[in-house]
């Protein structure tokens, strides 16, 4: 029998590490970080793991033979399926045996190429010499007794994909982070309806937003952005993630749209030149084209690839921000803040959080941290934001469509509330247990 056992994410939101046995072959569907484990022991930057070994003993790295870089054994992973470039899916690669081959779709390792220049190297975070090999929607990648059938999803970040996996005793579906409101949700439809022909017996499905419940789109988004910089009277600083293209997009037409340049940081100016080629992200703001330039934070030395993207569009320094705030929209961070006190406080500029609300103790001190800077600069608040995952009453329409024979929710911290709330059959659906095995 075929057998699937979720080592990460089964009680919390990610750390996904799915491994699936069929006869003697082996493979794992993502292999994440997961950081509320990773936060129970450490705190970055001088809490930090050391050794691999002491992941193993805590359990926040699972025990799989032949997976990681260390194992000689006998046994072997086969593959490792990658659903997309997110650190709460892809973050502990960076342990995995070099001979295992990552199957990943074709934006996923070029965000992965640009996550393996960009990064700082430790041992939990080099990513470098990882195999991948890519797929695109209806390939099948066949491994051994295994067929696994990617299909794209709307998330949060481009190149994302749910899997079905089928086996020699039945087929299983993972939908990965999916949603229904972002400017791609078609993309999740093609998913929903490829899963539902898929006759399968289970479904392992994301279950992030049970509180967190709301109606808006990215397109709203993007309006509301224009809204609040239109009627900024200074500088407006914005904080929201590099990977995320759609927001991006939000940023830039916001801008383009009250005459305002979108200062972009090094990071995200990467991973836009690293997206250029792909040619499947559409609405993409161009580097040395239109509005955008980089904001570059003074330092004495600059890194290989920082010195490459600089070349690549016009680079402005908080003087600039300062001589004409009006003039910018600036992509900041918490570490910005500090680097933000050579820019000359001008009344009426704003700052735009436009990430998650903080759910855990380490990201309510962060906001309570940037609210003091906030103080010191004399700028107000606003919190414009949609979220990368589906909506409960999304998600209970698209696991009825799926019509999988079991449901177990994971990639979730209400597993319960979602049985209860989203299981037509109710007999249906059960809460996985970590480490232990699930026949498909
Ligand atoms: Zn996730």
């Known amino acids: 029998m075929a057998r699937v056992s979720v080592l990460g994410g089964v009680g919390e939101i ?84 070099r001979d295992v081959p990552v199957y990943c779709g074709e934006t996923t390792e070029r965000l992965m190429a640009a996550i393996t220049d960009t990064k700082r190297s430790s041992f939990e975070t080099d990513y470098r010499g990882l195999g991948y090999k890519t797929f695109r929607t209806g390939a099948t990648v066949k491994i051994g007794s295994i067929a696994v059938r990617p299909v794209h999803v709307d998330h949060s970040i481009p190149g994302a994909y749910g ?18 409101h972002g400017r791609a949700s078609h993309l999740t439809q093609d998913f929903a309806r490829a899963a539902a022909e898929s006759d399968a017996n289970l479904l392992l499905t994301e279950a992030t937003n049970m509180v967190g419940g709301g109606v808006s789109s990215e397109e709203e988004v993007a309006r509301k952005l224009e809204t609040v910089i239109r009627d900024a009277k200074g500088l407006v600083m914005a904080s929201f993630s590099g990977m995320d293209t759609d927001r991006l997009t939000s940023f830039h037409m916001a801008a383009e749209g009250t005459d305002r340049k979108l200062a972009i940081s090094m990071r995200q100016a990467y991973l836009i030149s690293v997206l250029e080629g792909d040619g499947h992200i559409e609405g993409l703001p161009r580097l040395g084209k239109g509005n955008v330039v980089i904001y570059r934070r003074n330092k004495k030395r600059y890194e290989k690839w920082e010195e490459e993207v600089s070349a690549k569009a016009d680079v402005i320094t908080s003087e600039d921000l300062s001589a004409t705030p009006k003039r ?74 799926i019509g999988a024979k079991r449901v177990a929710p994971i990639h979730t911290e209400h597993p319960e509330l979602f049985l209860k709330y989203a299981m037509e059959k109710p007999d249906s659906g059960f809460l996985p247990v970590r480490n232990e095995w699930i026949d498909v």
């Open 14 to 97: 990610g750390g996904n590490k799915i491994l699936v046995e069929d006869k003697d072959v082996r493979i794992m569907l993502d292999f994440g970080m997961s950081i509320t484990q990773r936060a129970r022991f450490f705190s970055d930057p001088y809490v930090s793991p050391r050794r691999p070994e002491s992941l193993l003993s805590l359990g926040i790295i699972p025990r799989v033979e032949g997976v990681y870089s260390w194992d000689v054994g006998e046994k072997k992973v086969d593959a490792i399926f990658l659903s997309h470039a997110h650190l709460d899916h892809y973050g502990y690669l960076s342990m995995v045996h």
């Open 163 to 180: 899997l079905m996996v089928e086996t020699s005793t039945g087929s299983f579906v993972y939908t990965g982070d999916l949603r229904a």
């Open 328 to 401: 910018y929209v600036v992509a900041t961070s918490l570490s910005d803040m500090e680097g933000m006190v050579g820019v000359k406080a001008t009344s009426g500029s704003v700052y735009i959080q436009s990430t998650s609300e903080p759910y855990n103790e380490e990201m309510e001190l962060d906001m309570q941290r940037l609210i003091e800077w906030l103080d010191f600069y004399g700028m107000p608040l606003y919190h414009i934001h949609v979220s990368g995952h589906i909506m409960p009453q999304q998600l209970r329409g698209l696991v009825s469509g």
